[in-house]
Protein backbone atom coordinates (compact mmCIF):
# COMPACT_ATOMS: atom_id res chain seq x y z
CA UNK A 1 0.00 0.00 0.00
CA UNK A 2 1.38 3.28 -1.14
CA UNK A 3 0.56 5.20 2.25
CA UNK A 4 2.61 2.37 4.44
CA UNK A 5 5.58 2.56 1.80
CA UNK A 6 5.64 6.50 2.04
CA UNK A 7 5.57 6.04 5.79
CA UNK A 8 8.08 3.97 6.20
CA UNK A 9 10.37 4.97 3.25
CA UNK A 10 10.44 8.28 4.98
CA UNK A 11 10.45 6.78 8.79
CA UNK A 12 13.95 4.88 7.79
CA UNK A 13 15.40 8.23 6.49
CA UNK A 14 14.82 10.39 9.56
CA UNK A 15 15.84 7.55 11.80
CA UNK A 16 19.35 7.78 9.71
CA UNK A 17 19.76 11.35 8.07
CA UNK A 18 22.94 12.19 10.05
CA UNK A 19 24.96 15.27 8.85
CA UNK A 20 22.12 17.59 7.75
CA UNK A 21 20.29 17.87 4.68
CA UNK A 22 23.26 16.73 2.82
CA UNK A 23 23.69 13.55 4.61
CA UNK A 24 19.75 13.03 3.69
CA UNK A 25 19.90 13.46 -0.02
CA UNK A 26 21.92 10.06 -0.64
CA UNK A 27 18.88 7.98 1.52
CA UNK A 28 16.23 10.17 0.06
CA UNK A 29 17.89 9.20 -3.70
CA UNK A 30 18.33 5.82 -2.19
CA UNK A 31 14.07 5.21 -0.88
CA UNK A 32 12.72 6.95 -3.74
CA UNK A 33 15.00 5.07 -6.48
CA UNK A 34 14.11 1.99 -5.31
CA UNK A 35 10.47 2.32 -4.77
CA UNK A 36 10.02 4.17 -8.12
CA UNK A 37 8.58 6.72 -6.79
CA UNK A 38 10.24 9.96 -8.72
CA UNK A 39 13.11 9.86 -12.07
CA UNK A 40 16.27 10.80 -10.86
CA UNK A 41 16.12 13.38 -12.90
CA UNK A 42 12.97 14.79 -11.69
CA UNK A 43 14.47 14.38 -8.08
CA UNK A 44 17.25 16.22 -8.54
CA UNK A 45 15.21 19.46 -9.87
CA UNK A 46 12.92 18.59 -6.72
CA UNK A 47 16.13 18.97 -4.06
CA UNK A 48 17.01 22.29 -6.53
CA UNK A 49 13.65 23.36 -5.61
CA UNK A 50 13.82 22.40 -1.73
CA UNK A 51 17.09 24.75 -1.74
CA UNK A 52 15.30 27.44 -2.99
CA UNK A 53 12.39 27.61 -1.05
CA UNK A 54 11.94 28.07 2.81
CA UNK A 55 11.83 25.43 5.16
CA UNK A 56 14.34 22.33 6.09
CA UNK A 57 15.54 20.41 2.56
CA UNK A 58 14.47 16.51 3.87
CA UNK A 59 10.82 18.08 5.02
CA UNK A 60 10.42 19.80 1.46
CA UNK A 61 12.07 16.75 -0.42
CA UNK A 62 9.40 14.56 1.81
CA UNK A 63 6.26 16.76 1.27
CA UNK A 64 7.11 16.55 -2.37
CA UNK A 65 7.48 12.96 -2.94
CA UNK A 66 3.94 12.31 -0.82
CA UNK A 67 2.33 14.50 -2.73
CA UNK A 68 3.25 13.42 -6.15
CA UNK A 69 2.26 10.32 -5.05
CA UNK A 70 -0.49 10.38 -2.98
CA UNK A 71 -1.94 13.32 -2.83
CA UNK A 72 -2.81 15.19 -0.14
CA UNK A 73 -2.89 12.37 2.84
CA UNK A 74 0.55 11.16 0.94
CA UNK A 75 2.31 14.82 1.61
CA UNK A 76 0.67 14.50 5.01
CA UNK A 77 1.85 11.11 5.80
CA UNK A 78 5.55 11.37 4.60
CA UNK A 79 6.32 15.04 6.42
CA UNK A 80 5.07 13.59 9.56
CA UNK A 81 7.10 10.10 9.03
CA UNK A 82 10.62 12.08 8.19
CA UNK A 83 9.73 14.42 11.37
CA UNK A 84 8.46 12.21 13.84
CA UNK A 85 12.04 10.03 14.97
CA UNK A 86 13.95 13.27 15.22
CA UNK A 87 11.13 14.73 17.33
CA UNK A 88 10.73 11.24 19.36
CA UNK A 89 14.34 11.36 19.83
CA UNK A 90 15.04 14.76 21.42
CA UNK A 91 12.16 14.38 23.60
CA UNK A 92 13.61 11.43 24.96
CA UNK A 93 16.66 13.04 25.50
CA UNK A 94 14.96 16.56 27.12
CA UNK A 95 12.98 14.60 29.16
CA UNK A 96 14.56 11.36 30.49
CA UNK A 97 17.95 10.41 29.21
CA UNK A 98 19.93 13.45 29.13
CA UNK A 99 23.24 11.28 29.69
CA UNK A 100 22.44 9.02 26.58
CA UNK A 101 24.41 10.75 23.94
CA UNK A 102 27.56 10.91 26.75
CA UNK A 103 26.96 6.73 26.75
CA UNK A 104 29.84 5.33 25.48
CA UNK A 105 28.20 2.28 23.27
CA UNK A 106 26.04 5.42 21.88
CA UNK A 107 29.11 7.52 21.30
CA UNK A 108 30.90 4.23 19.41
CA UNK A 109 27.65 3.92 16.99
CA UNK A 110 28.24 7.68 16.29
CA UNK A 111 31.39 7.94 15.49
CA UNK A 112 30.93 5.15 12.85
CA UNK A 113 27.63 6.64 11.14
CA UNK A 114 29.67 10.13 10.86
CA UNK A 115 32.28 9.52 8.47
CA UNK A 116 30.45 6.69 7.02
CA UNK A 117 27.92 9.59 5.78
CA UNK A 118 30.62 11.53 4.86
CA UNK A 119 32.01 8.84 2.23
CA UNK A 120 28.17 8.30 0.97
CA UNK A 121 27.56 12.20 0.19
CA UNK A 122 31.41 12.58 -0.82
CA UNK A 123 30.54 9.60 -3.50
CA UNK A 124 26.63 10.75 -4.25
CA UNK A 125 27.95 14.05 -5.23
CA UNK A 126 31.03 12.84 -7.59
CA UNK A 127 28.58 10.53 -9.32
CA UNK A 128 26.07 13.19 -10.14
CA UNK A 129 28.72 15.62 -11.23
CA UNK A 130 29.92 13.19 -13.61
CA UNK A 131 26.66 11.62 -14.55
CA UNK A 132 25.98 14.97 -15.96
CA UNK A 133 28.58 15.27 -17.74
CA UNK A 134 29.23 12.22 -19.06
CA UNK A 135 26.75 9.91 -20.59
CA UNK A 136 27.58 6.02 -19.51
CA UNK A 137 24.42 3.96 -20.85
CA UNK A 138 25.02 2.52 -24.78
CA UNK A 139 27.91 4.08 -25.20
CA UNK A 140 30.66 6.28 -23.49
CA UNK A 141 30.39 10.20 -24.63
CA UNK A 142 31.06 13.21 -22.88
CA UNK A 143 28.15 15.79 -22.82
CA UNK A 144 29.81 18.94 -23.86
CA UNK A 145 27.31 21.59 -22.80
CA UNK A 146 26.87 20.29 -19.31
CA UNK A 147 30.67 19.55 -19.81
CA UNK A 148 30.75 23.49 -19.92
CA UNK A 149 28.31 24.50 -17.63
CA UNK A 150 30.01 22.49 -14.56
CA UNK A 151 33.29 24.05 -15.69
CA UNK A 152 31.96 27.89 -15.31
CA UNK A 153 29.99 26.83 -12.38
CA UNK A 154 33.36 25.47 -10.51
CA UNK A 155 35.37 28.31 -11.91
CA UNK A 156 32.44 30.46 -10.09
CA UNK A 157 32.39 29.13 -7.12
CA UNK A 158 36.44 29.63 -6.21
CA UNK A 159 36.94 32.67 -7.78
CA UNK A 160 34.18 34.01 -5.45
CA UNK A 161 35.68 32.38 -2.78
CA UNK A 162 39.12 33.58 -3.88
CA UNK A 163 38.09 37.11 -4.47
CA UNK A 164 34.93 37.88 -2.23
CA UNK A 165 36.60 35.51 0.61
CA UNK A 166 33.13 34.04 1.24
CA UNK A 167 31.33 31.16 0.60
CA UNK A 168 28.76 31.60 -2.64
CA UNK A 169 24.91 31.15 -0.90
CA UNK A 170 23.38 28.12 -2.79
CA UNK A 171 20.93 30.13 -3.95
CA UNK A 172 22.87 32.24 -5.43
CA UNK A 173 24.86 29.23 -7.01
CA UNK A 174 20.98 27.84 -8.33
CA UNK A 175 20.12 30.61 -9.76
CA UNK A 176 23.51 31.01 -11.91
CA UNK A 177 22.98 27.83 -12.85
CA UNK A 178 19.55 28.53 -14.56
CA UNK A 179 21.05 31.46 -16.14
CA UNK A 180 23.76 29.53 -17.92
CA UNK A 181 21.01 26.51 -17.95
CA UNK A 182 19.07 28.61 -20.48
CA UNK A 183 21.42 30.08 -22.30
CA UNK A 184 23.96 27.21 -23.27
CA UNK A 185 20.55 24.89 -23.94
CA UNK A 186 18.62 27.34 -25.49
CA UNK A 187 20.90 27.86 -28.17
CA UNK B 1 -0.16 36.13 24.62
CA UNK B 2 -1.07 32.50 25.10
CA UNK B 3 2.42 30.90 25.37
CA UNK B 4 1.52 28.15 22.61
CA UNK B 5 0.44 30.85 19.99
CA UNK B 6 3.52 32.78 20.69
CA UNK B 7 5.20 29.32 19.98
CA UNK B 8 3.51 28.33 17.00
CA UNK B 9 3.39 31.68 15.35
CA UNK B 10 7.36 32.08 15.86
CA UNK B 11 8.36 29.20 14.77
CA UNK B 12 5.99 29.31 11.65
CA UNK B 13 7.71 33.01 10.92
CA UNK B 14 11.22 31.02 11.09
CA UNK B 15 9.89 28.10 9.08
CA UNK B 16 8.49 30.62 6.72
CA UNK B 17 11.48 33.00 6.06
CA UNK B 18 14.66 30.80 6.45
CA UNK B 19 16.06 29.53 3.07
CA UNK B 20 19.04 27.03 2.88
CA UNK B 21 18.17 24.76 5.31
CA UNK B 22 18.97 23.72 8.99
CA UNK B 23 22.37 25.51 9.55
CA UNK B 24 20.37 28.92 8.29
CA UNK B 25 17.96 27.94 10.57
CA UNK B 26 19.90 27.49 13.69
CA UNK B 27 20.75 31.42 13.72
CA UNK B 28 16.96 32.35 12.77
CA UNK B 29 16.08 30.18 15.96
CA UNK B 30 18.92 31.59 18.41
CA UNK B 31 17.94 35.22 16.99
CA UNK B 32 14.16 34.78 18.24
CA UNK B 33 14.00 32.31 21.07
CA UNK B 34 17.16 33.16 22.95
CA UNK B 35 17.82 37.18 22.13
CA UNK B 36 14.25 38.43 21.83
CA UNK B 37 11.85 35.90 23.50
CA UNK B 38 14.22 34.28 26.23
CA UNK B 39 12.43 31.13 26.05
CA UNK B 40 15.95 29.88 26.19
CA UNK B 41 19.77 30.10 27.36
CA UNK B 42 22.67 30.62 25.03
CA UNK B 43 24.26 27.57 26.60
CA UNK B 44 21.04 25.98 26.03
CA UNK B 45 20.88 26.87 22.38
CA UNK B 46 24.76 25.98 22.30
CA UNK B 47 23.68 22.24 24.00
CA UNK B 48 21.15 21.47 22.12
CA UNK B 49 22.51 22.47 18.66
CA UNK B 50 25.53 19.80 19.55
CA UNK B 51 22.70 17.12 20.50
CA UNK B 52 21.19 18.17 17.23
CA UNK B 53 24.32 16.86 15.07
CA UNK B 54 24.50 13.67 16.96
CA UNK B 55 20.72 13.21 16.41
CA UNK B 56 18.99 12.16 13.42
CA UNK B 57 16.41 14.41 11.11
CA UNK B 58 16.77 17.74 10.13
CA UNK B 59 17.90 20.18 12.56
CA UNK B 60 15.10 22.88 12.59
CA UNK B 61 13.16 19.97 13.81
CA UNK B 62 15.52 18.77 16.77
CA UNK B 63 15.63 22.59 18.16
CA UNK B 64 12.07 23.83 17.25
CA UNK B 65 11.10 20.59 19.78
CA UNK B 66 13.50 21.23 22.17
CA UNK B 67 12.47 24.83 22.79
CA UNK B 68 8.52 23.93 22.76
CA UNK B 69 9.10 21.04 24.92
CA UNK B 70 10.66 23.05 27.85
CA UNK B 71 8.07 26.12 27.37
CA UNK B 72 5.43 24.45 27.47
CA UNK B 73 6.47 20.47 27.69
CA UNK B 74 4.77 18.33 25.27
CA UNK B 75 1.99 20.20 23.53
CA UNK B 76 4.78 22.73 23.30
CA UNK B 77 6.84 20.81 21.95
CA UNK B 78 4.33 19.73 19.46
CA UNK B 79 3.20 23.26 18.10
CA UNK B 80 6.73 24.27 17.46
CA UNK B 81 7.25 21.47 14.96
CA UNK B 82 4.63 21.79 13.91
CA UNK B 83 4.41 25.79 13.13
CA UNK B 84 8.34 25.02 11.66
CA UNK B 85 7.11 22.54 9.25
CA UNK B 86 3.82 24.08 8.23
CA UNK B 87 4.98 26.97 5.91
CA UNK B 88 7.47 24.83 3.72
CA UNK B 89 4.56 22.08 3.30
CA UNK B 90 2.39 24.41 2.41
CA UNK B 91 4.60 25.95 -0.13
CA UNK B 92 5.79 22.58 -1.43
CA UNK B 93 2.22 20.91 -1.60
CA UNK B 94 1.32 24.01 -4.28
CA UNK B 95 4.53 23.85 -6.15
CA UNK B 96 3.72 20.10 -6.52
CA UNK B 97 0.87 20.97 -7.95
CA UNK B 98 2.16 22.93 -10.67
CA UNK B 99 5.33 21.37 -11.42
CA UNK B 100 4.93 19.38 -14.20
CA UNK B 101 2.79 22.10 -16.37
CA UNK B 102 5.69 24.47 -15.36
CA UNK B 103 8.40 22.34 -16.92
CA UNK B 104 6.78 21.70 -20.10
CA UNK B 105 7.62 25.13 -21.35
CA UNK B 106 10.88 24.73 -22.90
CA UNK B 107 13.04 27.93 -21.00
CA UNK B 108 11.97 26.30 -17.79
CA UNK B 109 13.14 22.77 -18.99
CA UNK B 110 16.31 24.12 -19.65
CA UNK B 111 16.94 26.18 -16.60
CA UNK B 112 16.78 23.08 -14.96
CA UNK B 113 19.03 21.38 -17.06
CA UNK B 114 21.45 24.04 -15.73
CA UNK B 115 20.03 23.47 -11.97
CA UNK B 116 20.74 20.10 -12.11
CA UNK B 117 24.44 20.35 -12.52
CA UNK B 118 24.34 22.79 -9.72
CA UNK B 119 22.91 20.62 -8.04
CA UNK B 120 25.58 17.98 -7.90
CA UNK B 121 28.17 20.49 -7.30
CA UNK B 122 26.00 21.69 -4.21
CA UNK B 123 26.16 18.03 -2.96
CA UNK B 124 30.11 17.55 -3.66
CA UNK B 125 30.56 21.12 -1.42
CA UNK B 126 29.03 19.27 0.95
CA UNK B 127 31.06 16.20 1.18
CA UNK B 128 34.59 18.57 1.23
CA UNK B 129 33.16 20.97 3.96
CA UNK B 130 32.16 17.51 5.97
CA UNK B 131 35.65 16.46 5.34
CA UNK B 132 37.28 19.45 6.62
CA UNK B 133 35.76 19.18 9.92
CA UNK B 134 36.13 15.35 10.12
CA UNK B 135 38.72 13.95 13.08
CA UNK B 136 41.94 13.41 11.49
CA UNK B 137 42.49 9.85 12.76
CA UNK B 138 42.58 6.49 11.18
CA UNK B 139 39.35 4.74 11.80
CA UNK B 140 37.36 7.21 10.86
CA UNK B 141 39.36 7.86 7.74
CA UNK B 142 39.10 3.90 6.64
CA UNK B 143 35.49 4.01 7.12
CA UNK B 144 34.75 7.01 5.47
CA UNK B 145 37.00 5.63 2.54
CA UNK B 146 35.15 2.10 2.34
CA UNK B 147 31.76 4.01 2.61
CA UNK B 148 32.88 5.97 -0.67
CA UNK B 149 34.13 3.02 -2.21
CA UNK B 150 31.18 0.94 -1.89
CA UNK B 151 28.93 3.99 -2.87
CA UNK B 152 30.85 4.34 -6.09
CA UNK B 153 30.15 1.21 -6.55
CA UNK B 154 26.55 1.32 -5.95
CA UNK B 155 26.13 4.65 -7.98
CA UNK B 156 28.18 3.06 -10.81
CA UNK B 157 27.10 -0.39 -11.40
CA UNK B 158 23.61 -0.25 -10.17
CA UNK B 159 24.72 -2.24 -7.51
CA UNK B 160 21.14 -3.61 -5.05
CA UNK B 161 22.71 -2.59 -2.05
CA UNK B 162 21.39 0.21 -0.14
CA UNK B 163 23.08 3.23 1.35
CA UNK B 164 20.86 2.39 4.75
CA UNK B 165 22.83 -1.12 5.01
CA UNK B 166 26.03 0.58 4.21
CA UNK B 167 25.41 3.14 7.52
CA UNK B 168 24.16 0.25 9.67
CA UNK B 169 27.11 -1.68 8.66
CA UNK B 170 29.44 1.31 9.73
CA UNK B 171 27.61 1.50 13.25
CA UNK B 172 28.06 -2.09 13.89
CA UNK B 173 31.99 -2.10 12.99
CA UNK B 174 32.71 0.56 14.93
CA UNK B 175 31.21 -0.82 17.94
CA UNK B 176 32.53 -3.99 17.08
CA UNK B 177 36.43 -2.33 17.50
CA UNK B 178 35.33 0.00 20.42
CA UNK B 179 34.37 -3.13 22.10
CA UNK B 180 37.38 -5.73 21.15
CA UNK B 181 40.02 -2.12 22.41
CA UNK B 182 37.89 -2.46 26.13
CA UNK B 183 37.96 -5.96 25.92
CA UNK B 184 42.21 -5.71 25.39
CA UNK B 185 42.40 -2.46 27.70
CA UNK B 186 40.71 -4.71 30.41
CA UNK B 187 42.90 -7.50 29.57
CA UNK B 188 46.12 -5.52 29.45
CA UNK B 189 44.94 -3.81 32.95
CA UNK B 190 44.40 -7.12 34.71
CA UNK B 191 47.80 -8.76 34.38
Not at chain 1, 14 to 40: E, K, N, T
Not at chain 2, 77 to 104: A, R
Amino acid sequence: MIYLDLFLGFLKVGCLAFGGAYGAIPLIRDVVLSYGWLSDETLTYMIAISESTPGPIMVNLATYVGSSQAGFAGAVIATVAVVLPSFLIILLITALLKAALQNKYVQAILHGLKPCVIGIVLATGIYMVLRNCLSMKTSFSIDVRATIITVVLFTVIYSYKKFANKNLSPIMLIVISACLGTVVYGI
Amino acid sequence: MNILIDLFLTFAKIGLFTFGGGYAMISMIENYCVEQKKWITHDEMMNITVIAESTPGPIAINCATFVGYKQAGFIGSLVTTFGIVLPSFVVIYFISMFFDTFLELAIIANAFKGIKIAVGILILNAAVTMIKKMQKKFFPRAIMLCSFIVMMLINFFSWNFSSISLMLIAAAVNLTIFLLQRSLEQRGGAK
